[in-house]
Structure formats: structure tokens, C-alpha cells
């Protein structure tokens, strides 16, 4: 077992490098599968999500292999049994992306029940209705979700609400599907243009994706290409705030500021500074930081991957903050471990009334998931004393080296490793 051992109060200064993005890395890596040649992908993260994502592809027969240590070369032509393993799927969300990927190419996908963060129910329902609007049957038994068709062919899809994998899938399903599909009320997320900007390179037929409405006209082959993964917002955004919480003042390079305009909004609102340049942010404190009011929505709006990073922030703002996040069910369970460091929240409904205290305390927490595993770890940050946080493979699933980075930006945080009472630093 591992957790994370901090000693806060240090303010931290210099630069980062942002990782690729862990949510275009995910879907990308599953579309190699609709190509018909060797790919090399570059800018990879090395977390645990994409490990699991290549243990897929070898399991089902796929060549799979890091040729540096942030470059994935991918070669699924020899593919041959469209089943995802039981327990490979059931550790993480993006494996319900293999069910597009093997029914756009092989007419047949069968994916046990997706698992990943415990943020509450969260349905394919809408993934099952582009399926079968493009011509495809679905079953589901024994936890396995089966979808299988004779042939695809393109259609109109309109989606009930906004959803992020839903329209991804569509995407992997309708690519080399007959025809003209039109998805409606398609999510305009960031790595969802990254996603489309792949497969155009390979030879596919996609237009508007970053937009309300996608067109896809079908593509019967997908040349192999070299492509490199967009950076992370998410990552860059939790060093944004792990900045502005240590009234610090740190340079995160390899970003793309405009998708990262709605963070650096609300970290302006706050009292922190945000400067821009063409592919880095600066952020800093010369003043103090307040309250402010945020609501998560999907993009271009406020992230909730970013609101427990914010909610954390929140928590020694002067003032009262309101933080809604109506998006997932569970998104909120991170409150009771910093109120073990001294914060002050409570949860109503979908909300989180938020009064700032003057300072945190270091405790023994734990990780509920991946992104209140990153809350926890600004809270430490910024406390005086000893922060430990438990569980923190959540953490790992979307952040490339995250103690490393920070160390050398000045933070005490150090990984340890423990068996029960016996613990052993490492070295």
C-alpha cells in the first residue's frame, strides 16, 4: 500500500510541465482499433488509466508498446476476439469507449459493465441509443453489455442530455458505418475535438466536433498515423489552483490556454492572478484570496473534474462560497475528509455552502476518488502540518508523476510505502 505524506505550509514557486490529457488519451488509445495500420501515439501520460487501456488491447491480441517513456506505438490489426476482460473493465469508465471501437469494426462488442470513480449512477443509456439508432442490437447478461449488427448505417442521433462518452462512442460507431450520421446535442469537450482531429488525420470524414452538431460521413479505411495527445486542462487547472492555495507563484507550461478560460476566470474572481502566454499560464498571490460562487456545467462552462481542486481553494477564501455540481451524484464526497483538516462545508442537495477558515490542519484522509484525491492534496499543501492521504491509486489514474512535479516546484510530499503498522519510506 502507498499514500502520500505532506508537510504544508510551503509556497510553491518555478514551472511545470503539463502531461497529455488523460480523457482524450483514454478514447484514443481505444480508437486505434478502427485503424487499419500500425499507429504511434505521442505524448502519452503514464498513469494507471492508459496501463489498463494497453492491458486491453494486448489481452485482446493487439501489439502493444511504449517506445520512449511518453510515446505508444499500436498495432491492432491482429485483433481477433471483440471481448474485453471482466476485470480490466470493471477498474476504470473509459473502457465502455471499447464497445464503439469493436462495433465500429467488428460488428460485435462485448464490455462488462464499466467501472472507475464511484461518483454515483452514471447509465450508457444514451450510448446504447446511438447503437441501436445506427442499426445495432444490445443485450445485457451476467454484467456483460453485448452490442452486435449485421451492418451499420449512418443516422440522425439526438442525445437527451450532454453527454461526453455517449458522444464519443457515437463517433467510434458511426465512423465507418454506411453513410451520413448527424449527432445532435453532441458535448463540445476539448478532448473530444482531439479525438476527432485523430481520426480525420487517419482518413476519417468528421465535421463540427466542438460543437453543438457532428456530421460524419463513413470511412471504409484508417490510414496509420503519428499523432501527439493535447495537454491535460484538468492537470494544468489543479496546479493552477495548487498555486493560488500556497499563494505561490509557478509557471505550468505545455497548456492550451483557451481551454482553460473558464478556471482562470474564477481563479481571477478569487484575487488570484492569471497571466497568459501562447502555451503557459503563470498564476500568483499578492493579495488576499475571497469568496466566490461557482456551478459546474459541461463545456465551455466550469469543469467538475475541477470542482473539488476549487472546492479545497474555497475552503480558506475569506467570505462564503456556493460550489453547485449537478453532474454526477457523488462529486461532493471529498467535504467530510477536509473537514478533518479544519474546513468548514456543508452539503446541501447539489450544493456545497463553503465559509472560509483562516487556515487547514494536516490529517490522516483518504482519497474517495481521482479528483478528490487532487483536492486533498492542495488541502495538505496549504495546511500547517502533516497531511497523510490513503488510497491514492484514485489519484494515480489521471496524474503522471504528481508528487515528483510538485517536489520540484518545493513541496514536502512524499510517497510511503506501508503494511499495515509497519511502514517503510521509500527512497
Known amino acids: 500500500m502507498e499514500k502520500f505524506v505532506i508537510h504544508g505550509g510551503k509556497p ?87 464497445i464503439g471501437t469493436l ?32 442499426g445495432a442490437k444490445n443485450e445485457n447478461a451476467n454484467g456483460v ?19 461526453v462518452g455517449g458522444t464519443i462512442n457515437a463517433i467510434f460507431a458511426a465512423v465507418k ?28 470524414d468528421i465535421r463540427g466536433a466542438g460543437t453543438d452538431v457532428i456530421k460524419i460521413r463513413g470511412t471504409k479505411f484508417l490510414k496509420g498515423i503519428t499523432y501527439a495527445i493535447i495537454p491535460d486542462q484538468i492537470e494544468a487547472g489543479t496546479y493552477m489552483v495548487a498555486a ?6 509557478v509557471l505550468v507550461r505545455n497548456v492550451i ?60 477564501c475569506e467570505g462564503t462560497s456556493f460550489v453547485t455540481d449537478d453532474i454526477f451524484d457523488n462529486r461532493f464526497r471529498y467535504a467530510g475528509e477536509l473537514r478533518r483538516m479544519g474546513a468548514d462545508i456543508s452539503i446541501e442537495g447539489k450544493v456545497a455552502v463553503i465559509q472560509g477558515v483562516k487556515e487547514l490542519t494536516g490529517a490522516p484522509v483518504k482519497a474517495t476518488d481521482l479528483r478528490a484525491g487532487a483536492a486533498l492534496i492542495i488541502a495538505g499543501l496549504c495546511a500547517s502540518g502533516i497531511t497523510e492521504i490513503e488510497d491514492i491509486y484514485h489519484i494515480e489514474r489521471g496524474y503522471e508523476q504528481i508528487d515528483e512535479k510538485l517536489r520540484k516546484l518545493g513541496a514536502d510530499i512524499r510517497r510511503v510505502y506501508y503494511n499495515n503498522a509497519e511502514i517503510a519510506l521509500s527512497v
Open 12 to 98: 510553491l514557486r518555478g514551472e511545470v510541465t503539463v502531461s497529455g490529457a488523460k480523457n482524450a488519451a483514454v478514447a484514443i488509445v481505444a480508437a486505434t482499433i478502427l485503424c487499419d495500420e500500425q499507429c504511434i501515439l505521442e505524448n502519452v501520460p503514464e498513469i494507471s488509466d492508459i496501463a489498463i487501456c494497453v492491458k486491453i488491447l494486448k489481452e485482446m491480441g493487439a501489439a502493444v508498446s511504449f517506445t520512449g517513456k511518453n510515446t505508444l506505438k499500436v498495432d491492432t490489426r491482429q485483433i481477433k476476439n471483440p471481448v474485453v476482460p471482466y476485470e480490466l473493465a470493471r477498474s476504470m469508465r473509459a473502457s465502455s469507449y471499447f
Open 103 to 134: 462495433l465500429g469494426r467488428f460488428h460485435d462488442a462485448s464490455v462488462p459493465t464499466p467501472g472507475g470513480c464511484d461518483l454515483g449512477d452514471r447509465p450508457i443509456d444514451q450510448h446504447i441509443k446511438a447503437f441501436n439508432a445506427l
Open 145 to 163: 453489455i453485448r452490442v452486435y449488427a449485421d451492418h451499420l448505417v449512418g443516422a440522425q442521433i439526438y442525445f437527451d442530455f450532454n453527454t
Open 177 to 204: 458505418a454506411d453513410g451520413l450520421t448527424i449527432i445532435e446535442n453532441a458535448a463540445k469537450e476539448p478532448h473530444i475535438v482531439d479525438l476527432a482531429n485523430f481520426l480525420n488525420s487517419m482518413g476519417a
Open 244 to 249: 493560488a492555495a500556497t499563494h505561490g507563484d
Open 257 to 316: 490556454p483557451k481551454h482553460l478560460e473558464s478556471i482562470t476566470a474564477k481563479l481571477r474572481m478569487i484575487g488570484a492572478t492569471v497571466d497568459e502566454f501562447d502555451e503557459s499560464v503563470r498564476v500568483y498571490v499578492e493579495k488576499p484570496l475571497v469568496k466566490t460562487n461557482v456551478k459546474t456545467l459541461p463545456h465551455p462552462g466550469f469543469p467538475t473534474d475541477m470542482q473539488p481542486q476549487l472546492s479545497a481553494l474555497l475552503s480558506i
